[in-house]
């Protein structure tokens, strides 16, 4: 008697199974819900939701002054809905629109766990950097504004609003692991705090907030000093957090018992990771704590997709950056001279990778 082989098409009920589109087109056109988001970040749409509360499609077409038709403004409300970006009660001209409960809170401009600088960003700049993102790996070289001949930084340094605005920006997509580092990590054999690369002294100011008996010190380049301090001085933190100019790379970092970067390692080659790490070992005590605050890829490189890819936005934006697994940082840090690591899951992608010495 034959024994009859099944398929690896059929079903334990003899069902056929077929492949699914679904992910392919969810996917390969993943820009259409992205666009939708940043356009609704661009209007101020969830800030004005904030301020006013529920609103029709007519009401909001009049606050965003939209010259779309009214269907049209349905769909985009109705696509952020289905995101949950928006909630809504009743249906087409009968309905009303208010926030979700993520967008309440961190797309809401007036707040201070505001995110939205991040994806105004996205939408200004690498949102069409990206459509290069070919080019990027055929080349291996950045594609943002430096292929125009165009130095951004440079550029970003001499203009205060400008280089205001960016901080803010990098600022919101730190602010959820910032606050989550602040109020996780074991400061009570520490007393002060160095960042390095501390831009707008964000993370500091949350940990001066949540802990304090710390006193730190956010150190970046002598232009971004005037916006740490004047964000010190907004929340009265005077007393708990100061500012320390200078270049990371020429200067000696400051002595603290805990030292950290948020989102500084991953624009860097490994030798100038290694470097970097080795100068926060050298201003640390015995027993002192190096802090990477970044969105850390898991060893198998399977699970933090958004690890993976913020590492292929730095070779748009750098070329030779890139984000790391902690298996990555376990060796550098032993290259380094520190003793032992540890792994702390901050809020999202995001964690901390921690060195002792």
């Known amino acids: 008697m034959e024994t009859a082989t099944v398929p690896a098409s059929m079903t334990s009920h003899g069902h056929a199974t077929q492949p699914s589109p679904e992910m392919i087109m969810k996917i390969g056109m993943g820009f259409w819900a992205s666009k939708v988001l940043l356009t609704a970040t661009r209007f101020e749409l969830f800030t004005h939701l904030a301020e006013k509360g529920w609103l029709s499609a007519a009401q909001i077409m009049q606050t965003l002054r939209l010259k779309c038709s009214e269907r049209n403004a349905l769909d985009f409300l109705d696509t952020l809905t289905h995101f949950g970006f928006l909630e809504r009660k009743g249906l087409l001209a009968d309905a009303v629109y ?28 690498l949102y069409g950097f990206w459509g290069d993102l070919n080019t990027a790996l055929s080349t291996g070289q950045q594609q943002n504004e430096a292929k125009s001949g165009i130095d951004f930084f440079g550029t970003l340094y001499s203009d205060p609003e400008k280089l205001k ?21 074991d400061f009570s054999s520490s007393k002060s705090l160095v960042d390095i690369g501390g831009s ?27 916006i740490a301090q004047g964000n010190i001085a907004h929340l009265q933190l005077t007393e708990y957090v100061a500012t320390a100019a200078g270049d990371f790379f020429a200067d000696a970092f400051p002595k603290a018992d805990v030292i950290t970067m948020g989102n500084i390692l991953h624009d860097w080659d490994e030798e100038k990771k290694i470097s970097l790490m080795r100068k926060a070992h050298d201003a640390l005590p015995a027993g002192g704590a190096f802090v990477a605050i970044e969105s850390v890829i898991d060893n198998d490189r399977r699970q933090n997709v958004f690890g993976l890819m913020m590492s292929l936005n730095m070779l748009i934006e750098t070329s030779d950056g890139f984000d790391y697994t902690f298996a990555d940082f376990e060796a550098w840090a032993k290259a380094a001279g520190f003793s032992r690591t540890a792994l702390m899951p901050l809020a999202g992608p995001t964690s901390a990778a921690i060195a002792y010495k």
Do not use: W
């Open 165 to 185: 605005g960016f901080v803010n920006a990098m600022a919101g997509i730190q602010m959820g692991a910032f606050m989550a580092f602040a109020q996780q990590f």
């Open 200 to 226: 707008g002294a964000h993370l500091s100011l949350m940990v001066a907030k949540h802990q304090p008996h710390m006193r730190c010190t956010s150190f970046d380049l002598p232009a971004v000093q005037p």
């Open 98 to 125: 208010s926030n979700g409960k993520e967008t309440a809170f961190f797309l809401d401009k007036n707040k201070p766990s505001y995110l939205g600088g991040i994806l105004e960003m996205a939408d200004d700049r």
